[in-house]
């Protein structure tokens, strides 16, 4: 069962144009959500993140939304680069009784800036 | 080190054979996460390291998997019997402990078997 989903596999944006990230999720206790970027051959980077009471978290051309109702959550970046081609990972922090215990993923998005 | 390295970078394997994976995680950095990534799949959670101890193995995806960590710094990943499905890209991480920004990844390791 996918706690994490991201429906689409690629989007391809316009340079300058805003580029938006959708990641849906099934588990009601995930209060915490990240974002990572993954640049081929190297492992993801830590992009932005978003606790659960808070809806909108901004941070330079990046802004995540959360909408707790709709269990959805989108990373918005204003204006898309040619440099963010990348894959973006939607991720959400599991809990054991000892703690947090690893992120469960999304499959990723990739994001394909064009000229 | 600067960073979390990972090596070898790539490794070709014969079906049957067994491989090690090599994870040298951020000096201090208590925590360490295994993960694989196969071809057009996320990122699957494999095991987690705090300190010496795994408190969670469920991740691993069969008994022939197996990992461990020693003096709290790094860590080996080893496959044995290795079947052609465990083809994918083994990623580590380390954290202070927690789960958010201070989760730094490895290049990861990409495994081949043939």
């Known amino acids: 069962d996918q706690q994490v989903k991201q429906n689409s596999p690629s989007l391809s944006v316009q340079e300058g144009r805003i580029s938006i990230l959708n990641c849906d999720y099934t588990n009601s206790m995930f209060d915490y959500f990240l974002w990572y970027k993954k640049y081929p051959a190297e492992g993801p980077t830590f992009l932005i993140s978003i606790s659960s009471i808070k809806d909108k978290n901004e941070d330079g051309r990046f802004t995540v939304f959360l909408n707790k109702s709709a269990k959805h959550l989108s990373l918005h970046i204003v204006p898309s680069q040619p440099g963010d081609s990348a894959v973006y990972f939607c991720a959400a922090p599991t809990y054991s009784g000892g703690g947090a215990d690893g992120l469960t993923f999304g499959k990723g998005t990739h994001l394909i800036i064009q000229p | 080190g600067a960073g979390v390295s990972q090596s070898p970078s790539n490794k070709v394997t014969e079906k049957g054979k067994d491989v090690e994976l090599r994870c040298d995680p951020i000096?201090?950095?208590?925590?360490l996460y295994w993960y694989r990534q196969s071809l057009g799949q996320g990122l699957e959670f494999l095991i987690y390291?705090?300190?010496?101890?795994?408190?969670?193995k469920s991740g691993l995806p069969s008994d022939r998997f197996s990992a461990e960590r020693t003096g709290g710094s790094v860590s080996t990943l080893t496959i044995q019997r290795t079947q052609q499905e465990d083809s994918a890209v083994y990623l580590c991480?380390?954290?202070?402990?927690?789960?958010?920004?201070?989760?730094?990844f490895g290049s990861g390791t990409r495994l081949t078997v043939v």
């Open positions: 000096s201090g950095h208590t925590a």
């Open positions: 991480a380390s954290s202070l402990g927690g789960v958010g920004y201070g989760y730094t």
């Open positions: 390291f705090q300190g010496n101890s795994a408190p969670d």
